[in-house]
């Protein structure tokens, strides 16, 4: 198989009843006070169940705070802070999720592309993604690194080329 970007086989009918009724929940977010107010309004407008830091009483909290205020409230973390991928500070199991938005400069195209990421692929899903830290990417690229049924930590790379979804192949 050739390296790099390879077209994504979607499921089969079957398939993708079975993994909606299973996964199937909207996930809810908890904006740290990196996440830009107007980037919590159109999350809102796009009906995300979401909680920003400072309406939590949570402004001007260490990392470590946002992140266990987020596992408390069993909420996916989002914020801009990549210090929230770091496994040895926030093990990847023991949360509900982070979602990192690596999305500067914020232009409308960029704000546009990470939130049909997370509208189409992170928020239905809430089961499928617990534990799971998401990096969004400019370009409609993400990076996934969770646990895999084995067990073990694995990452894997994603993106949507003209909203056809790929995964990068090594």
Partial sequence: MARGWQRIEYLNPGEMRAFHQRFRRMA???????IEPVLIEI?????????SAREAGMSHRDDTDHYAYARQQGRRLLSHDQDSLNDRRFPLPQHPGVVVLDIQPLTRDIISDAFYLLRA??????????????LIHKNLEMTIRMRSFDGRAK???????GRVAQGWVT
């Fill in 28 to 34: 809810r977010f908890y904006a740290d006070e990196n």
């Fill in 43 to 51: 999350l809102r407008d796009l009906a995300f169940d979401i909680t």
């Fill in 121 to 134: 692929v992170v928020r239905p899903y809430r089961g499928f993604w617990r534990g799971a830290k998401i």
């Fill in 155 to 161: 990452s894997n790379r994603f993106r949507l080329g």
